[in-house]
């Protein structure tokens, strides 16, 4: 019986170390804004440690339509990998409808804001 014990807790423990904590959960019928980060990238902190993504979370985060995220490479490998990452920062919407948008202007909240808003609002 203490085997059998030891065996569970054992496994749960596996799972809880392997399984990565911040793998975002996407809602049906919505789209996503994904920054895909490196916390050693200089221009992930000076978009993510300045408040600018803050900017863009704050603006969507009663919206029906949207939701934001971020994605970080040491704790989402497997994601980066799958989505095909190689530059950080990559922002990315992806569309409820299977479309991916990247995003390449600069990295100001309002310039981010209006290319989200000019994908989501007319399909």
């Known amino acids: 019986m203490?085997?059998?014990?030891?065996?569970?807790?054992a496994i749960v423990l596996l799972v809880?170390?392997?399984?990565?904590?911040?793998?975002?959960?996407?809602?049906?019928?919505?789209?996503?804004?994904?920054?895909?980060y490196s916390d050693h990238c200089p221009y992930c902190?000076?978009?993510?440690?300045?408040?600018?993504?803050?900017?863009?979370?704050d603006y969507f985060?009663?919206?029906?339509?949207i939701t934001v995220t971020k994605i970080e490479e040491k704790e989402n490998p497997e994601l980066i990998?799958?989505?095909?990452?190689?530059?950080?920062?990559?922002i990315r919407v992806l569309r409820d409808d299977g479309v991916v948008e990247e995003y390449n202007e600069r990295r100001?909240?309002?310039?981010i804001i209006k290319f989200v808003e000019s994908?989501?609002?007319n399909y």
Do not use: M
């Open 16 to 36: 809880l170390y392997f399984y990565p904590q911040s793998t975002p959960y996407i809602p049906k019928h919505r789209s996503q804004v994904v920054c895909y």
């Open 2 to 9: 203490w085997i059998l014990l030891a065996i569970i807790i």
């Open 119 to 121: 994908f989501t609002r």
């Open 108 to 111: 100001e909240p309002e310039s």
């Open 81 to 90: 990998a799958k989505h095909g990452i190689s530059g950080f920062p990559t």
């Open 61 to 65: 985060r009663n919206s029906k339509q």
């Open 45 to 57: 902190k000076d978009l993510l440690d300045t408040g600018k993504w803050k900017k863009v979370e």
